[in-house]
């Protein structure tokens, strides 16, 4: 006798792991159904991926303008001149507008080492990691149990937000932790090491590690990133001074102009009943003044309420697949972002990436959630830099587009937390399982069982047979 579970019609028993069958003869959005169509699917991708970056170029360097400020400043004046400090062997102790963790000075020297001038070298960086991202989520896509959606959404979603996105570094911490994610499952000690490599240049890469399955994965990816973050912090912190100085500027920060936070200090404003300052502040325009310490306070027990949760959901969730930790880091890294007391315009490239990771799984339940997160890129253009003289002012009209920006990543946060607690409830079911007949046997029709009565069954269909050599 024979068992082997039982497979709905067009389903295949090789699925790439449990919760996630693979499909024989059909396909689901996004993915290819044979060679010819991924082939297909490729093209489509590197050809979408070229014209939206064509675009985008020419916005970055000024063939086409936007409204707004002069977006290339932070890098020609604020890191070139990080730059040339931290040439000297120093961070920038001196300057309040360094608030990176140590590794972040490998991202700010690396366009040094390029033959252009610092500008364009940085450009020249982003655009690189750009690609390697683009790669990776086509490569994850032609896995089997995969999808090219999540590469359709890094093909829209980075220029959606403008030619900002190439003068931040945000891209380059999103590539790399891009990568940690997609190496996660299968070689955990590598996507371990590379995020922690992302978490010593910009934190939050660290929080895909939450949604790790318990385990060997979990213990080999989070010793990698900490073994990463130790020693990588270590050389920095040996090599030169004031590394981890950042961390007391972090504790003096306000709230952040774009924020959440500053939502109802906004509409007060509007209304005439808050009359604090709106200024440049460790870095970024934040609002001072009455109330903002009371909001500080709500945003960072929002933050502990939200990880708290994450942390019942980890040590309760039942069911797994093979989307489950790239959904949880998606969901972890909202919760990160619309509690913080700071969302600054690169923060959703982050989203994105996240976002584009979990769609290259077919069964993961974030799909809503990362329309909600594109929705909101363009919003986050308008804001800034075309409307963003008028949101430090708090006009209304620019409020109201920055009010739909935040609410839209709220509830692509509340929907990403509920998405993601109901995906996991309830016990993982048993395949059925069907007794097949001896390959030399007498055929005869397979009946669907559970695996535990498969034995008793074959029992009773053969107790009136004799047994072989009952007779001697």
Not at 199 to 227: D, M, N, Q, V
Not at 443 to 472: K, N, S, W
Request: aromatic share 8%.
């Amino acid at each position: 006798m024979e068992l082997a579970p039982a497979t709905e019609p067009g389903r295949s028993s090789g699925a790439e792991g449990p919760g996630i069958p693979a499909q024989a003869g059909a396909s689901a959005p996004g993915s290819p159904a044979g060679p010819s169509a991924a082939g297909g699917a490729l093209w489509g991708l590197g050809a979408g991926w070229l014209l939206s970056r064509v675009l985008l170029v020419l916005l970055v360097v000024g063939v086409i303008r936007m409204t707004g400020g002069d977006i290339t400043t932070d890098v020609w004046l604020i890191y070139h001149g990080w730059y040339g400090v931290l040439q000297t062997g120093t961070f920038p102790l001196d300057d309040v507008t360094w608030q990176y963790p140590p590794g972040a000075a490998l991202v700010i020297m690396l366009p040094g080492l390029l033959p252009w001038s610092y500008l364009v070298s940085f450009w020249v960086v982003c655009g690189v990691m750009d690609a390697l991202a683009m790669g990776l989520l086509m490569r994850a896509g032609l896995r089997k149990g995969r999808s090219f959606t999540g590469a359709w959404v890094w093909v829209a979603g980075v220029p959606l937000l403008g030619p900002m996105i190439y003068n931040r570094y945000d891209i380059v911490v999103t590539a790399i932790a891009v990568a940690g994610l997609l190496a996660l499952l299968r070689r955990p000690a590598l996507g371990g090491v590379l995020l922690g490599l992302g978490g010593i240049i910009k934190i939050w890469p660290l929080l895909a590690l939450l949604g790790t399955p318990p385990g060997r994965r979990t213990r080999r990816s989070w010793t990698a990133a900490a073994a990463t973050v130790s020693s990588v912090g270590f050389l920095l912190a040996a090599g030169m001074n004031g590394a981890f100085e950042f961390l007391t500027f972090q504790k003096d920060r306000g709230i952040e102009v774009e924020s959440l936070g500053a939502l109802p200090l906004h509409i007060a404003r509007i209304a005439g009943g808050w009359d604090g300052q709106v200024m440049m502040h460790y870095g970024s325009v934040e609002m001072l003044g009455p109330w903002v310490g009371v909001v500080s306070k709500v945003m960072v027990a929002a933050t502990l309420a939200g990880f708290g949760w994450l942390l019942l959901w980890r040590l309760t969730a039942k069911r797994r697949n093979n989307a489950t930790t790239y959904d949880a880091a998606l969901t972890a890294l909202l919760i990160f972002t619309v509690t913080s007391r700071v969302i600054s315009p690169q923060y959703l490239v982050w989203l994105v990436g996240a976002a584009a990771v979990c769609l290259t799984v077919r069964g993961t339940s974030q799909r809503p959630v990362a329309v909600l997160i594109l929705i909101a890129t363009p919003l986050t253009t308008l804001e800034f830099p075309v409307l963003f003289s008028s949101v430090v002012g708090s006009d209304p009209w620019a409020v109201t587009a920055l009010g739909l920006r935040n609410l839209l990543l709220l509830a692509a946060a509340l929907l990403s937390c509920v998405r993601l607690w109901r995906s996991t409830r309830g016990p993982a079911p048993l395949p059925a399982t069907v007794v097949l007949a001896p390959a030399d046997g007498p055929a005869t029709p397979a009946y669907p069982v559970r695996p535990g009565i498969a034995y008793e069954q074959d029992l009773l269909d053969g107790i009136d047979r004799p047994i072989a050599g009952a007779d001697r």
